[in-house]
């Protein structure tokens, strides 16, 4: 969904809006690679020549202002808006399970989620989400890790109650 840094507020939107080349992309941070990479995925546009997307932001009177095809293309891609055009395949599914750190450097991260989640609950479709201490990349790793502790166990729980009515 649209968050923090996924936003005009982003000062990478107003950078990518200036830069014509690859390698002038190459040279500036992440986010003007990434919003790149994003835009030809959510929103190509072959017309539109050096990176062939609609952004979903124009600069107007000095400021970035939501654009139409971008920004409309951009919201129909991001799954918090998706859940209730898909919430019949949605609860077909055996369980949804995502979390996030509280402080992560990617500040849209933390609060979309949460987003997902809340669409989630309002369209009663069974997930488990959780908010961790931690960051990005922390937490994650080791015998004491979330991906040994959490994510691992629930696959298991879910795998096994799978093989459990096929078996029957």
Do not use: C
Request: net charge negative; no cysteine.
């Amino acid at each position: 969904a649209w968050g923090p840094d996924i936003s005009a507020s982003n000062p990478a939107f107003n950078r990518l809006m200036s830069v014509a080349t690859a390698e002038e992309a190459m040279q500036q941070n992440l986010y003007v690679v990434a919003t790149i990479g994003v835009g030809q995925a959510f929103s190509p546009n072959p017309d539109k020549a050096p990176f062939f997307t609609d952004y979903p932001f124009v600069q107007k009177n000095g400021r970035l202002v939501d654009h139409g095809p971008g920004w409309d293309r951009w919201q129909t891609q991001m799954p918090a808006y998706m859940v209730d055009a898909h919430a019949e395949n949605l609860r077909k599914l055996r369980g949804i399970r995502f979390d996030t750190a509280f402080v992560d450097e990617y500040t849209h991260i933390p609060e979309t989620s949460k987003q997902l989640s809340d669409a989630l609950t309002r369209a009663g479709i069974e997930h488990t989400f959780e908010m961790y201490n931690g960051d990005h990349r922390n937490r994650l790793w080791g015998k004491h890790g979330r991906l040994y502790t959490e994510l691992l166990p629930y696959f298991s729980a879910h795998f096994e109650a799978a093989n459990a009515v096929t078996s029957r």
